[in-house]
């Protein structure tokens, strides 16, 4: 659950950003995103390496 204090005579409009802020950070979005459809560890595990493989490639590069 997430808590938002507020000072005393706090904009609505600035407890809502920081509501937001707070939701964001949590995760939760990206979470049930990945949740709606299953993908297989192989293909994970692939994406993983793929994704290595071109930071690596971007480090040589600017060495």
Known sequence: M???PLKEG????????K????FEK???IK???DR???TKPSIIN??????AIYKQSL???ED
């Open 31 to 33: 979470e049930l995103r």
């Open 19 to 22: 509501f937001k802020r707070k």
């Open 59 to 61: 480090q040589i590069a």
């Open 46 to 51: 692939r994406q993983q390496r793929l994704k």
């Open 2 to 4: 997430i808590i938002v």
């Open 10 to 17: 706090e904009n609505i409009e600035r407890a809502l950003k």
């Open 26 to 28: 949590t995760g939760i």
């Open 36 to 38: 709606q459809a299953f």
